[in-house]
Nanobody, 127 residues
Framework: QSQLVESGGGLVQPGGSLTLTCVYS????????IGWFRQAPGKEREGVSC??????????NYADSVKGRFTISRDNAKNTVYLQMNGLKAEDTGEYYC??????????????????WGQGTQVTVSS
């Protein structure tokens, strides 16, 4: 059974760091791209970052709001994708989800691009 499981969320002060982890099963890293998304209360879900499959273009993309602060990476031996988040701001607060798509040659942070979703992990940035 294919699934994605996020972890690593929590409460952090502004300017702090967190690393989110997405462990996936049933998705070959050679073919599947992985994306990170977030949804704040009362707001629509937005794309944060994505990384293409290992058999693809080897690209990563970021939303403008997180460029220079967030870094996505993958450990194929562990079937894991990480989202390192530095310089966190209050506006980064939200439920963070990882998702997988078989259209893995490239990657997009448009949520319609993705087929399977995890359950989410909460990130709260507050003093």
């Amino acid at each position: 059974q294919s699934q994605l499981v996020e972890s690593g969320g929590g409460l952090v002060q502004p300017g702090g760091s967190l690393t989110l982890t997405c462990v996936y099963s049933g998705f070959s890293p050679e073919y599947y791209a992985i994306g990170w998304f977030r949804q704040a209360p009362g707001k629509e879900r937005e794309g944060v970052s994505c990384i293409s499959s290992t058999g693809g273009a080897s690209v990563a993309n970021y939303a403008d709001s997180v460029k220079g602060r967030f870094t996505i990476s993958r450990d194929n031996a562990k079937n894991t994708v990480y989202l390192q988040m530095n310089g966190l701001k209050a506006e980064d607060t939200g439920e963070y989800y990882c998702a997988a798509t078989s259209r893995g040659w490239y990657c997009s942070i448009a949520d319609t691009y993705y087929d399977s979703w995890g359950q989410g992990t909460q990130v709260t940035v507050s003093s």
